[in-house]
């Protein structure tokens, strides 16, 4: 039963490779021609190259924040680490102006956002899971807690900006996958070389972790040490997509949902995988309709939250039912 199973699993993330290799192919040559080939290949490469890091980073800290609370609901943007991206580059703007190194250097704009998300994260592992009352609803209630204390901040420090000095911040803090900051790109692919490594034993051990904390320590998985790299990780890798494409609520809520309704299998090689592919594929495909369906009449950010939201609602709903 089980080899089926992860048989079925291996066949259906040949056919979402194969699916995400047709859309990136359709995306990257749409609308080309002899006159526009140099032009658009320079422009749509590094684009498609940007999209895959955050789409696979959104589902891959997903998957592995929903392995480690043992809940399908919670995600890294439920518990506020959005929030404090949006925070770290409003006081940044606030103090230092739009047009200081600050803003200007993507790559140091990034190293800053992704310090004060890992700071975060830490704190948030001493005060919620380095405890004995550590359950979800105490987990959700400090996340809650932290993205609306960030976000009263931030917008307090909005209203009293200069206003032309708003309107560069606004360009950050809208998630927008037309305006892809590309050059961190490398910095980024370099960060995820050196995560792998750092990561890859605690990878094998996902599996026992999503029995739960007390039979992965019965089975010799040193439970806490375990849960703060993967908690580092996945602040690196939310930090990541954030600063790539901006803030995106409910992204990571939909595609690792979507995953385990398809994929049966228990595996955590298969299921982190398929969610990375879904999450790539989709982000794709949704661009092209909104570039060439709606002609840019909306933004791809703006109809994930909104179909994330609803489905955020409805999984409220059927867990309660339970």
């Known amino acids: 039963m089980q080899i089926s199973r992860d048989k079925k699993a291996k066949n ?115 005060f919620v899971f380095g405890r004995n009352n550590n359950g979800i609803m105490h987990l959700l209630l400090v996340g809650l807690i932290l993205g609306t204390f960030f976000s009263s901040l931030t917008s307090f420090m909005q209203v009293i900006i200069d206003p032309n000095e708003y309107l560069t911040l606004q360009s950050k803090l809208i998630a927008s996958f037309n305006n892809v900051n590309t050059d961190i790109i490398i910095l980024c692919i370099l960060i995820i070389l050196c995560i792998l490594p750092f990561i890859y034993d605690e990878l094998k051990l996902l599996d026992v972790m999503a029995l739960g904390k007390e039979q992965a320590i019965n089975l010799g998985v040193n439970y806490d040490k375990v849960m703060k790299k993967l908690l580092i990780v996945v602040a690196v890798m939310t930090a990541m997509s954030t600063a790539l494409v901006g803030p995106l609520t409910f992204l990571g809520l939909i595609v690792v949902n979507v995953t385990y309704q398809i994929v049966k299998s228990f595996k955590h090689k298969y299921l982190i995988i398929t969610s990375i592919l879904i999450s790539v594929c989709s982000i794709i495909v949704g661009l092209i309709f909104v570039e060439r369906i709606f002609k840019f009449t909306t933004t791809l950010g703006v109809i994930i939250n909104f179909i994330g939201g609803l489905y955020f609602l409805y999984l409220l709903l059927k867990e309660s039912k339970l």
């Open 12 to 126: 259906q993330i040949i056919v979402l490779l194969i699916l995400t290799i047709i859309a990136s192919i359709v995306f990257v040559v749409i609308g080309m021609n002899k006159n526009n080939m140099d032009y658009l290949l320079s422009k749509r490469i590094p684009k498609l190259i940007a999209i895959s890091l955050s789409g696979g980073a959104i589902a891959f800290s997903s998957i592995i924040f929903q392995t480690i609370c043992n809940n399908r609901i919670l995600t890294p943007s439920v518990l506020g680490l959005d929030s404090v991206y949006s925070f770290i580059q409003t006081i940044v703007v606030f103090a230092f102006g739009s047009t200081s190194v600050v803003m200007t250097n993507k790559n140091l704009n990034f190293i800053l956002s992704l310090i004060g998300m890992l700071i975060i994260s830490t704190l948030l592992y001493k």
